[in-house]
């Protein structure tokens, strides 16, 4: 990547988004802030029940409200003629990896928080702590031994991917699934039977006494109906995918015109998608102090893997197309993987969560069972385990083609003395590698 001064319009476009995005932030987190401790004090006499929620958010706005103050003073320090990164690839991923250890004892710690007097002061920096960590594991492994960004930049993707690609994602999101409301209720209006029986269902809902069995039979119903189970999955499993895939990685497009080499998209993408995988995580948590929030902590990695992985893959086919126009089969197959697996993810989330099995090809052929167990419970595992396969195997490929790329000296260099001055140059400096491909092209 070319480390030239940043242009205008992208400076200054940066400069309003993480600005008025730190401020935002910061400002929600000091109003979250002061309602939850609010709600602890008994003289007001308000109800306490949401104060834990309230510190969680709050934490969880100041966390990006000091991302994107990192982005900004990256921004306005003056540039380096050679950027320096602040500690050597291994040593930051040894850090990663003792923090990730670390964090098993955290998630034990997480549960007796949780359920404690004190929730309410250490649940909130626990959240953060124990959804951040993850997600700097994940990155330090995908830009492990590879041609890093020039310094500052990380904080920046991570900065844009905050405050203009979630947002955006957010908004399209909500778009979409007004659509899906309308064509399904449209639909309805042709099925009277079936919607009186949905209306009849939620008059008699009770929240406090849930009726398992009442569910499943709703559930079969809804489900049993070609019609519905196909718009559902056409959500879960088809648009959503398809637009947050092409959308993660939104921060790498303002820095196209930079010739970013392969490795340093894979790596861009991966913190693209470690941010958005994070802040999905911490939104879960929010509401964190029932009871059921180390469950969320821990599920929520693979969902962090998945989003990490994906976009790095993209990430990578995007820069070598930017690099070599040629690498157009790159571009289109590494995107057409990424909506695969986070396809497969929320296919096999979704089918692992109702209390009944729809009927699916292959799906309803698995054996039914009244146990607590459900089969399509492996499923998931088996995808993290390949996400995170793909992220270490990409990885790899790439540092092995960064070094068979490495310029050696001429083998005709004399063996002693003084080497013979040269009138053409031997080596290639590393800027005229950003255009090559693995096979020197």
Same mark, same amino acid.
């Given at each position: 990547?070319?480390?030239?001064?940043e242009p205008?319009?992208?400076?200054?476009?940066l400069?309003?988004?993480?600005?008025?995005?730190?401020?935002l932030?910061?400002?929600?987190?000091?109003?979250?802030?002061?309602?939850?401790?609010?709600?602890?004090?008994?003289l007001?006499d308000?109800p306490s029940?949401?104060?834990?929620?309230?510190?969680?958010?709050?934490?969880t706005?100041?966390?990006?409200?000091?991302?994107?103050?990192?982005?900004?003073?990256?921004?306005l320090r003056?540039?380096?003629?050679?950027?320096?990164?602040?500690?050597?690839?291994?040593?930051?991923?040894?850090?990663?990896?003792l923090?990730?250890?670390?964090?098993?004892p955290?998630?034990?710690?997480?549960?007796?928080?949780?359920?404690?007097?004190?929730?309410w002061?250490?649940?909130?920096?626990l959240?953060?702590?124990?959804?951040v960590?993850?997600?700097?594991?994940l990155?330090?492994?995908?830009?492990?031994?590879?041609?890093?960004?020039?310094?500052?930049?990380?904080w920046q993707?991570?900065? $844009?991917?905050?405050?203009?690609?979630?947002?955006?994602?957010?908004?399209?999101?909500?778009?979409?699934?007004a659509?899906?409301i309308?064509?399904?209720?449209?639909?309805?209006? $042709?099925?009277?039977?079936l919607?009186?029986?949905?209306?009849?269902f939620f008059?008699?809902?009770?929240?406090t006494?849930?009726d398992m069995?009442?569910?499943?039979?709703?559930?079969?119903?809804?489900?049993?109906?070609?019609?519905?189970?196909?718009?559902?999955?056409s959500?879960?499993?088809?648009?959503?995918?398809?637009?947050e895939?092409?959308?993660?990685?939104?921060?790498?497009?303002?820095y196209?015109?930079?010739?970013?080499?392969?490795?340093?998209? !894979?790596?861009g993408?991966?913190l693209?998608?470690?941010?958005?995988?994070?802040?999905?995580?911490?939104?879960?948590?929010?509401?964190?102090?029932?009871?059921?929030?180390?469950?969320?902590?821990v599920?929520?990695?693979?969902?962090?893997?998945?989003? $990490?992985?994906? $976009?790095a893959? !993209?990430g990578?086919?995007?820069?070598?197309?930017?690099?070599?126009?040629?690498?157009?089969g790159?571009l289109?197959?590494?995107?057409?993987?990424?909506v695969?697996?986070?396809?497969?993810?929320?296919?096999?989330?979704?089918?692992?969560?109702?209390?009944?099995t729809?009927?699916?090809?292959l799906?309803?052929?698995?054996?039914s069972?009244?146990?607590?167990f459900?089969?399509?419970?492996?499923?998931?595992p088996?995808?993290?385990?390949?996400?995170?396969?793909?992220l270490?195997?990409?990885?790899?490929?790439?540092?092995?083609?960064?070094?068979q790329s490495t310029?050696?000296?001429?083998?005709?260099?004399?063996?002693?003395g003084?080497?013979?001055?040269?009138t053409?140059p031997?080596?290639?400096?590393?800027?005229?590698?950003?255009?090559?491909?693995?096979?020197?092209?």
């Amino acid at each position: 990547m070319q480390t030239n001064p940043e242009p205008g319009w992208r400076f200054w476009l940066l400069i309003v988004l993480f600005g008025s995005g730190a401020a935002l932030s910061l400002g929600a987190a000091l109003l979250f802030l002061l309602l939850g401790l609010a709600m602890m004090t008994p003289l007001l006499d308000l109800p306490s029940g949401s104060a834990v929620s309230f510190l969680n958010i709050a934490f969880t706005s100041g966390l990006v409200g000091v991302v994107m103050l990192l982005g900004l003073s990256s921004l306005l320090r003056a540039p380096r003629p050679s950027p320096s990164m602040p500690a050597p690839p291994q040593r930051r991923l040894l850090l990663a990896s003792l923090a990730m250890i670390l964090w098993l004892p955290l998630v034990w710690l997480f549960q007796a928080v949780e359920t404690s007097p004190l929730a309410w002061l250490l649940l909130p920096p626990l959240v953060v702590i124990g959804a951040v960590i993850p997600a700097w594991w994940l990155v330090e492994i995908a830009r492990r031994g590879l041609d890093g960004l020039p310094r500052g930049r990380d904080w920046q993707i991570l900065s $844009t991917s905050l405050a203009l690609t979630i947002p955006l994602t957010l908004l399209l999101s909500l778009v979409m699934l007004a659509v899906f409301i309308v064509v399904l209720g449209v639909y309805l209006n $042709t099925q009277p039977q079936l919607l009186a029986d949905l209306q009849q269902f939620f008059e008699q809902l009770d929240p406090t006494r849930l009726d398992m069995e009442q569910m499943e039979t709703i559930a079969n119903q809804v489900l049993s109906n070609p019609v519905i189970l196909a718009l559902l999955i056409s959500l879960v499993a088809g648009v959503t995918p398809l637009l947050e895939e092409l959308l993660k990685p939104l921060a790498l497009w303002l820095y196209a015109g930079d010739r970013l080499t392969p490795a340093q998209g !894979f790596v861009g993408g991966a913190l693209c998608g470690a941010a958005f995988g994070l802040w999905e995580n911490l939104s879960a948590l929010a509401g964190a102090g029932e009871g059921s929030g180390v469950l969320i902590l821990v599920a929520r990695v693979g969902s962090l893997l998945l989003h $990490t992985t994906a $976009t790095a893959m !993209f990430g990578w086919g995007l820069a070598s197309f930017w690099g070599q126009r040629r690498f157009l089969g790159r571009l289109i197959g590494s995107y057409l993987l990424a909506v695969g697996l986070h396809a497969g993810w929320n296919l096999f989330g979704v089918l692992s969560a109702v209390p009944v099995t729809p009927p699916l090809p292959l799906i309803g052929r698995l054996p039914s069972s009244t146990e607590a167990f459900n089969p399509l419970w492996l499923v998931l595992p088996g995808m993290a385990l390949l996400n995170l396969l793909l992220l270490v195997g990409l990885n790899r490929r790439l540092r092995v083609e960064a070094h068979q790329s490495t310029p050696v000296a001429s083998l005709n260099a004399p063996s002693g003395g003084t080497q013979p001055a040269q009138t053409e140059p031997t080596l290639l400096k590393q800027d005229d590698l950003n255009g090559l491909d693995s096979t020197g092209h």
